[in-house]
């Protein structure tokens, strides 16, 4: 056995539940992982920081696969604070006094997945027509990285998502159609039409940090990060 498969069987392993309440194990990072993660963050790009993460992620985790968004968002979060520590700390500006406080947040203890009414992934866009949805996962992520701040990314990014188009004669499953056939199904929405799909992704619950703090009123106050 190479010393360096040595050293890595040696290290502690962890298990925890995700906020979504699955099950993961993983071990520390090392320090080329950190090392690479840092370089990725200061090349500024994206693509490269999901790649670096991802990598990261499935090299430390017992098990790889195509996560959802808040899974992965939270299993970093974990990864982050058994391997450099718990307690994360920032400056924020009070959204009540204007004031800056100090936030000290516990990545283990502090992370929640936003409560919404179960989200309905059928959305009929008029009497003959359905469409059904599916959650955004890493994979999606990895390919429109910019879909918040792109249009045409964002409608790929929809795209992506779209599982099934049925009208009252048939039944379309949308993987057996091209990312443009898609695109030009979505750009030829209405309006009031894209407005119901986009509402989806808005209502999918998300990963939160929530942290309480005290302004120099000595009001005890909540933020969700």
């Known amino acids: 056995m190479a010393i360096k498969d040595l050293l890595l069987s040696t290290l502690p392993q962890y298990c925890e539940t995700l906020a ?11 320090v ?16 490269s920081i999901l790649s ?3 990598n990261v992620i499935n090299s430390c985790f017992a098990s790889s696969k195509d996560w959802s968004i808040p899974d ?11 391997s450099i520590g718990e307690i994360e700390g920032f400056n924020i500006a009070c959204p009540y006094t204007g004031e800056e406080v100090n936030i000290k947040v516990n990545l283990l ?12 992934n059928k959305i009929k866009l008029n009497e003959n027509l359905l469409v059904i949805l599916k959650e955004p996962t890493l994979k999606t992520l990895m390919k429109f990285p910019d879909y918040k701040t792109s249009t045409e990314q964002f409608y790929g990014f ?13 039944s379309i499953n949308c993987s057996e159609l091209s990312e443009k056939e898609l695109v030009d199904f979505i750009e030829n929405l209405t309006t009031a039409q894209f407005k119901t799909v986009v509402s989806y992704f808005d ?6 940090i929530v942290s309480e703090y005290t302004t120099s009123d000595s009001i005890k106050r909540e933020i969700k990060i």
């Open 20 to 30: 979504t309440g699955k099950q993961v194990c993983f071990r520390p990072m090392i």
């Open 32 to 47: 080329s992982e950190e090392k690479a993660l840092l370089l990725a963050k200061h090349s500024d790009n994206k693509q």
């Open 52 to 54: 670096t993460l991802t």
């Open 72 to 82: 992965f968002e939270h299993m970093f979060l974990l990864l982050r604070a058994k």
């Open 109 to 120: 203890k502090d992370v929640k997945i936003s409560k919404t009414a179960k989200t309905n």
């Open 158 to 170: 929809i795209s992506s998502c779209m599982k099934e188009i049925q009208t009252q004669k048939e």
């Open 203 to 208: 209502e999918i619950p998300q990963l939160q």
